[in-house]
Each structure stands twice: as C-alpha cells, then as structure tokens.
C-alpha cells in the first residue's frame, strides 16, 4: 500500500508581483513510507513525497484566477515522478452556482504526459459553520501516448466545518472521475479512480492556510495491478 504525504499550502493574495514566485519556492516538504500492495510480498519501501503551492488572485466578489503547481517525488525521494501545473479561472453567478475552467499539465520524465482543459460547474451550500460544495468537472484529455482526445467526468463532494471561533477547521472530499469511451490503450474506460480525503486545516493570517490529512485513492489501471492508496 502506497503512502503519501500530503502537503497543501494556499495563498490568497489580492495584489501582489512577486506572490506567485514566493508560493512556488514555498513548497512544503515532508514523507512517509509507502508500498504498494503485491500479492509476491516482495514489493519493496518507497519513500515518497507529494507537495503542492497555489497563488490565487481576486479581481472581486465574482472572479478569480488561480495558478497551482505540484512537485511528486517517489524512489526515497530521489526522483522526481511528476510534475503537476495548473492555471485556471472562476465566477460565482450567485451564492449558489460557479463556474471554473482551466487548464492542467502534466509532466511525467519516465513516461508519458496530460494535457487536460477542463470545465466544471460548482454549487455551493451554507448550513451554519458547515460548507459543502458539489462539483462537475468535464475534462478533454490528451494524453501523449493514446490517440484523439479521452474526456473524462469528476464528481467531488466536499465540506469544511470552522472549529468554534479558533482558527482551526475540519475538511475532507470524495472524488470519483469516469473516462468516456475507449481507446485501447491508456487510462481505461468507465471507472477509473476514487478518492477520499478528511483533514484539520489552520487559518494562519489573512493570506495563507495549512491543512494536513488523511489520503485515500483507488485507482483502475489497464493490464497492470491496480492502484489502492492511502497517505
């Protein structure tokens, strides 16, 4: 079973030049043993780390542009695995509903790349301190090494609960994504991957947040074992 540790920095900046430089050095750093599961029993450790930056810009109470990046490393730490950019837009129509669409990148140097645009509708709820969010993203994937374009759909529910009045919050998702269609090759058709995620976050000042939680994925692979991991 693979462990992952999960680092998430956010910074909300309203004007500034150089955040988006500074949140990108700021990658946080920190592992955990992990492994997959292999019915030999000879599967050996891999230490690996995930870490991940975002800058996020408001141009007011409707719109937003983000710029997040990723940096995965497997083998001890050793090398990287991949490489993860993303840069995308949002607009609240109402308290109820948003939009977001963007673009995401994904650099792998021992295999194949993604380049995904994406669109996804956002509906937002409020009860008390609990927030929940439902989300519909479609994504167009070019993926480098199947041919055409393989859309895929993700469903994500998730929620936050401020801690009384301390800085402190309670957060999680769950995710489930399906590709459409099949290309022989490549990610498979239908189900390929689910996700969960329960955590604590801190608000530390008006423009950054930390969270550290708990990662679960599954994830179908075509003619190879299945992924089943957990952070």
Known sequence: MKKYPINRFIALKKLS???PLFVFILLFSNASYSQDQDTTGLQPMDLQSWNEGRFTYKFGPKWSASVQVEARFSDNISRLDEAIFKLYSHVNFSD????????????????????????????????????????????ERIIQTVPGILPRIRYLLNFSHAIGSSIAYYTGFGAVRFNIGEKGVGPVAGFEQFRIYVGIGF?????????IGYLYRYEVSRGAQNLNDSA
């Open 96 to 139: 109820k509903f948003g939009l977001s669409f963007g673009l995401k990148f994904i650099s792998r140097p021992d295999s194949y790349n993604d380049f995904d645009p994406w669109q996804e509708l956002v509906f937002p709820r409020k009860y008390g301190l609990f927030l929940v969010s439902h989300q519909v993203r479609f994504e």
């Open 17 to 19: 030049l150089i955040s």
């Open 203 to 211: 608000h530390l000042g008006g423009v950054t947040r930390l969270e």
